[in-house]
């Protein structure tokens, strides 16, 4: 990445530094302010940038926010990328009880906002379109995953691997919120059952 900013003119570098700037200076004013209150002028005044510069590089809030946005799930969808291929129905159920526990951590980690995000999906269609893809990227790996179970007779083969792991993704969503909302909650409690349900359900 160094590399090849080093190769971008001072100009192509000013763009990027603006770009950048604006995306940080959100970050302040919807933590700050929430979804809904936040502006456009308030986010182009913490970026000390001009009207028509902000502009170019976003056209409202929402562009700017569904970045933002990106970004923090792109930590989520590192957890499901990680490498499953388990031999035994006990190594499946470690290896899914771990992901799950990574998963609830960082919703309680990223939880200021995750509070902002769910705001956002409630008001703004744009942000509410933008997290069906999320969770249709996220569904879309684990299906990857169960297939793999089911190819290596893990798991059983008369399941259609898409609902299954869309009926998951959906049970790991609703805790993610509810860990987001509230304060006191066990992860370990959470992810034992949840998994314990999953893989009694799904392995052989």
């Known amino acids: 990445m160094k590399h090849e900013i080093a190769k971008l ?38 970026a000390k940038t001009g009207y028509g510069t902000a502009y170019v590089y976003f056209q409202n809030k929402d562009e700017i926010f569904m970045e933002l946005m990106e970004h923090v799930m792109e930590k989520f969808y590192e957890v499901a990328k990680c490498p ?76 259609n691997s898409n609902l299954v792991a869309r009926a ?3 049970a790991n969503e609703m805790f993610m919120w509810e860990l987001v909302n509230q304060e006191e909650s066990s992860i370990d409690e959470i992810a034992l059952h949840l998994t314990t349900m999953y893989t009694s359900g799904l392995y052989v």
Do not use: C
């Open 9 to 46: 003119t001072t100009r192509q570098k000013q763009a990027l530094e603006t770009r950048q700037r604006l995306l940080e200076a959100s970050l302040t004013v919807f933590l700050e302010n929430g979804f809904q209150k936040a502006t456009i002028s308030q986010i182009i005044k913490k």
């Open 168 to 170: 998951w993704f959906y």
């Open 84 to 159: 499953f291929e388990p031999k035994t129905k006990k190594e499946a159920y470690d290896m899914i009880q771990h992901q799950v526990r990574l998963f609830l951590n960082l919703a309680v980690q990223e939880r200021k906002i995750m509070k902002v995000v769910k705001e956002a999906i409630g008001v703004s269609p744009i942000i509410e379109k933008k997290w069906q893809e999320i969770r249709e990227r996220f569904i879309k790996r684990i299906t990857e995953d169960i297939q793999y179970s089911q190819q290596n007779k893990l798991a059983k083969t008369d399941l």
